[in-house]
């Protein structure tokens, strides 16, 4: 390894690494570097403190808070064609997956059992299935039962924006600071094949006047909440031969009005779900697809691309399910809150992030030497570190290096083609898949076979860097491919 | 005149307790139910039932 990287062990505080080690036995975040990719340096404090916890919305976050989602609001006032509600909402959660239905007072019982097992709990968020602005009396309950027994968290709703404008008042009284919209046209003529229909006013409307209403409301929506300083997310769903060109306009346009954060996210479709375009035959984007038009759009509104479309039931670290560790039957009769847990647990990482921005700043200054632009698929479980096992991984974080840098480009999933304890081929013929054009996979170990074939198809994988940061890791890559041609970072 | 929901297709969402205008839908036990006592067809305040312009599944609240 080059001398001007800094190796893990060198950076790590006894007591810190205790902890860190703790977290990764306990799972963690499976995700990498991602989304925005600001931290404090270039944001304006404000918003910096507003985002710095939130999983959703920031990229450092991301690797160290968990969200929770509770699915109180199952009434919704548009039709989305990805959408089937006798399952769940395709948009915010993964469909096909029936939620477990709370009442507001089941919901923050389960709040309060999180939150005093999981000390990396920061966020409760409303999403479907359901909008949890149309279906308001069940989301301001919730929100009222657990900001009372749990004031430290902060409190999220995601909504199609329809009914939105009507209590942007309330939300801004009960300190709700973050919104997502999902918008996925500015265009009625293309949001007229999305949107079937929208309940508004005492009607059903379709065609272009639902799509035009719709719309007009989305942005208001969006406009009244920045006037109100509440930081506001844009979803877009991408529909390959549908908006897939449209989005650049959508990115402008929120852009234009304040949107703090662009989410676009692949469509998810099967015809086992029973939707519209599951029935029709819509595709879903392929992972190429879907990173051309982030990058199309990359420069607009910031771009988020470490969402995981978690189910709205979805409880832990982003890409990561505890869910049915919490489900009602299991909660205890009794919960004690444990506020002390969730202090130590945001002290450390402040720690933690501090290292890892340093260690970062370092291998971007070695890889602006280098040039030109290389993928790489990262097996993580958080902390911005190499420290999963290759078979264990369920999903790639991909980085791109190039002259500007190190930057988590998106995640691809591949099935875990381990299940069972020996690899099956069609897990494996997967995986080639969608790593079809990153040439490096790093991981804290891989086994001779898969290590084999994943070279017969032109992937280097490397597990001579666990427990490293994921930068200083690539840099490392990089820096021994220019200074010995043809070695690899292992033998380096 | 009344109209009713048939159980087997409702996702059991509530949109339409919420937007009756005669309180006529109530969820009992495991189901949301019209009562025909009070429900109106919305006859005289909107021009279509509004149970069924906000219901999901089509051909869920009808006629009973
Ligand atoms: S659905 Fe996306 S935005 Fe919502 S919690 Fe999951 S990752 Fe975050
Ligand atoms: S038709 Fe009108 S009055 Fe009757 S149940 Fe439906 S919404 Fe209520
Ligand atoms: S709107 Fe339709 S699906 Fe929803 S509860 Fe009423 S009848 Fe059932």
Redesign the pocket.
């Known amino acids: 390894m080059s001398a001007t990287l800094i190796p893990i062990s060198g950076l790590q505080v006894a007591s810190r690494k205790d902890m860190g080690e703790a977290m990764a036995k306990g799972g963690g975040c499976s995700s990498g570097s991602c989304g925005s990719s600001q931290g404090p340096a270039d944001m304006d404090p404000e918003t910096w403190a507003k985002v710095k916890d939130h999983p959703c919305y920031s990229e450092e976050a991301h690797h160290y808070f968990a969200r929770m989602h509770v699915a109180v609001a199952p009434a919704c006032n548009i039709q989305c064609n990805y959408c089937n509600r006798k399952y769940d909402c395709a948009n915010e959660s993964r469909p096909g997956v029936v939620s477990e239905r709370l009442t507001p007072e089941q919901a923050a019982r389960k709040v309060l059992a999180v939150a005093a097992s999981v000390p990396q709990l920061s966020v409760l968020g409303i999403a479907g299935p359901g909008d949890a602005a149309y279906d308001w009396r069940r989301t301001k309950a919730t929100f009222d039962l657990v900001s009372k027994d749990l004031p430290d968290i902060k409190l999220c709703l995601s909504s199609n924006g329809l009914a939105l404008p009507d209590h942007i008042d309330e939300i801004v009284a009960m300190n709700i600071d973050h919104v997502t919209i999902t918008i996925n046209a500015i265009d009625p003529e293309i949001g007229q094949h999305i949107y079937p229909w929208i309940f508004y006013d005492g009607k059903r409307r379709t065609g272009i006047e639902a799509a035009t209403i719709l719309r007009d409301r989305q942005l208001l929506s969006l406009e009244m909440l920045k006037a109100r300083g509440v930081l506001v997310k844009v979803n877009s769903v991408l529909i390959p031969g549908i908006n897939d060109d449209h989005l650049i306009e959508v990115n402008k346009a929120v852009k234009a009005r304040g949107a703090f954060l662009h989410n676009i996210m692949p469509l998810i479709s099967d015809p086992a779900h029973g939707t519209h375009f599951g029935l029709t035959g819509q595709r879903g984007p392929t992972g190429a697809e879907l990173k051309k038009v982030q990058d199309a759009c990359a420069g607009g509104a910031n771009l988020m691309r470490h969402c995981r479309q978690c189910r709205a039931d979805a409880v832990g670290l982003l890409g990561e399910d505890r869910g049915q560790d919490f489900t009602l039957d299991k909660l205890p009769e009794v919960i004690a809150d444990a506020t002390e847990a969730r202090t130590a647990y945001r002290d450390w990482v402040a720690d933690e992030r501090r290292d890892r921005a340093a260690a970062a700043a370092q291998a971007e200054a070695t890889v602006a030497e280098t040039g030109k632009s290389t993928l790489f698929a990262v097996c993580t479980r958080g902390s911005g570190r190499i420290n999963m096992h290759f078979g264990k991984v369920t999903e790639f974080q991909i980085y791109e290096a190039d002259a500007e840098g190190i930057r988590f480009v998106g995640h691809r999933r591949a099935d875990n083609y381990c299940l069972g304890g020996h690899g099956d081929k069609a897990r494996m013929d997967e995986i080639l898949r969608v790593l079809e054009d990153v040439p490096y996979v790093l991981c804290s170990k891989i086994g001779a076979g898969p290590k084999k074939r994943l070279a017969e198809a032109g992937i280097e994988a490397i597990d001579g860097l666990a427990q490293d940061y994921i930068e200083t890791a690539i840099a490392a890559v990089l820096h021994s491919k220019t200074a010995h041609p043809g070695r690899t970072a292992e033998s380096a | 005149m009344a109209l009713k ?1 048939v159980k087997s297709q ?8 919420f937007e009756c205008p005669n309180a006529a839908i109530k969820f009992k036990g495991d189901a ?1 139910i019209i009562d025909a006592e009070k429900c109106t067809e919305c006859e005289g305040q909107f021009d279509a039932p509004q ?1 069924a312009a ?4 089509p051909n ?2 009808v006629p009973a």
């Open positions: 929901i409702c996702t059991v969402c509530g949109a339409c307790e949301y149970c906000v219901c999901p599944v869920t609240c």
